[in-house]
């Protein structure tokens, strides 16, 4: 699917990370705030949606495919064309991807 860490993502606090399977750390990333307006609470939201991040994308992949079996998706101005146009932008923009 993507390029980024296959590893189920974990999360303690504000660090996200991955393991490999012998227990090591493949990758870390600690959300910190950059200036004082940025709460504690925020900082943590951010770190839960980043730890959910691959699986939302493997999720949304999946709702695309489902989608794009159906004829009304395949016709322009119908609300589940313009479902699909979007989640495929969204996907383009997680995976670093150029249309």
Known sequence: MGKHTQAE???VGTTVYALNEQG???FSAHV???C???TAEELEANAVLMKAAP???ESLHD???LLEVDDESQTPG???YAACEIARLVIQDATGETP
């Open 63 to 65: 709702l695309l495919e």
């Open 9 to 11: 993502w974990q999360r």
């Open 36 to 38: 004082r307006e940025v």
């Open 24 to 26: 090591t750390n493949i």
């Open 78 to 80: 119908t609300h589940s």
């Open 32 to 34: 910190q705030a950059n």
């Open 55 to 57: 699986r939302l994308l």
